[in-house]
Structures are given as structure tokens and as C-alpha cells.
Nanobody, 119 residues
Framework: QEQLMESGGGLVQAGGSLRLSCTAS?????????????VAWFRQAPGKQRELVGH???????YYVDSVRGRFTISRDNSKNTVYLQMNSLNLEDTAVYYC????????WGKGALVTVSS
């Protein structure tokens, strides 16, 4: 049973923007996870392994991999038990299914949100 849910995926032209959201499907899980732990975003492109995009700590400290730094922004709103991934200046290589993982490094994942960048 998935405890997390991603939303906001879709089709966008290169250079465009999308914002993904990650929320917990269960309120008790949500309170425990989003208020006390780091949350990560991963992505998996067709034919490739799942890779880390970045993560945000309980207090909002963020880390990004080099390929998205300066274009993507991870933020969290603990009052809404939601973590966001704002993606700007999207390029074809950003096409992937995006997953949130909370707590970061745990076995809890959502089903993913498909982001397709077209030329």
C-alpha cells in the first residue's frame, strides 16, 4: 500500500516549467513523515536506473544533484504535509517518472508522476 502520492506531472515543451507535489495518503503517516524527516525526489528515465534529484531536510535545508541545480527547487510546507518540486527550464533529458521518497532512504515511495518534455 502506497503511503505517498505524487501529482502535477504532464507534458511540457522544452524550456517550460512544472511543479510536482508529494503528499501522504494517510494522515497519521503524513504527520509522522512530513514533520520529522527529510523527503527526497527521485526520477527514472526510460531505460535508466532511478536516480536522486534532491532532498529537503525537516527544517528546509536542500540538496540538489548537479544536473538540476539552478533549475529545480525543492520546498516543503509542513502545515500542509506537502513537499514540492518546482522544475524550470526543462529539457528533454528531464523526461522521466518522478517519485518522492519519505523518509529519505526508507522503503516508502509513491507511484510516481510522469513528466514528458517535448521539443
Amino acid at each position: 500500500q502506497e503511503q505517498l502520492m505524487e501529482s502535477g506531472g504532464g507534458l511540457v515543451q522544452a524550456g517550460g516549467s512544472l511543479r510536482l507535489s508529494c503528499t501522504a495518503s494517510d494522515m497519521s503517516f503524513s504527520r509522522a513523515i512530513f514533520s520529522r524527516n527529510s523527503v527526497a525526489w527521485f526520477r527514472q528515465a526510460p531505460g535508466k536506473q532511478r536516480e536522486l534529484v534532491g532532498h529537503v531536510s525537516r527544517v528546509g535545508d536542500v540538496y540538489y544533484v548537479d544536473s538540476v541545480r539552478g533549475r529545480f527547487t525543492i520546498s516543503r510546507d509542513n502545515s500542509k504535509n506537502t513537499v514540492y518540486l518546482q522544475m524550470n527550464s526543462l529539457n528533454l533529458e528531464d523526461t522521466a517518472v518522478y517519485y518522492c521518497n519519505a523518509p529519505y532512504g526508507s522503503e516508502f515511495w509513491g507511484k510516481g508522476a510522469l513528466v514528458t518534455v517535448s521539443s
